[in-house]
């Protein structure tokens, strides 16, 4: 006995080009989407305004501006954890904005080595 799938169903020559098309447009919309994603400019300040880091959607540090009230040479380690909190804020943020974006294409589909 053969079980009879509804029309549309089943990988018909029409059904299966038809969801080609529609993962080659997913994937364009994708490559587009990338591409405005790594081209965003970020700013993050931390520590009150002491410290502020600029990247790109890339997750490249594009520039860093210290206030010179913040540079104590004898307190260097409250500089290094600035750069630390800024650099990681930034880091995860952009990951986040970019997943979100992706999604909205995607509908939460996991698709390997995007993120």
Do not use: C, W
Request: proline share 4%; no cysteine.
């Amino acid at each position: 006995m053969k079980a009879r799938l509804p029309q549309g169903y089943g990988g018909g020559p029409s059904n299966m080009q038809g969801m080609i098309k529609q993962a080659q447009k997913m994937q364009e919309q994708m490559a587009s989407l990338q591409e405005e994603l790594d081209a965003k400019e970020y700013d993050f300040t931390v520590g009150g305004g002491m410290l502020t880091i600029h990247m790109n959607g890339k997750k490249e540090m594009t520039g860093i501006e210290i206030k010179p009230e913040v540079v104590d040479p004898d307190d260097i380690e409250m500089l290094q954890d600035l750069i630390v909190a800024g650099v990681n804020e930034a880091v995860s943020t952009i990951e986040k904005t970019n997943a979100e974006a992706m999604n909205a294409i995607t509908g939460s589909l996991n698709i390997p080595g995007m993120f």
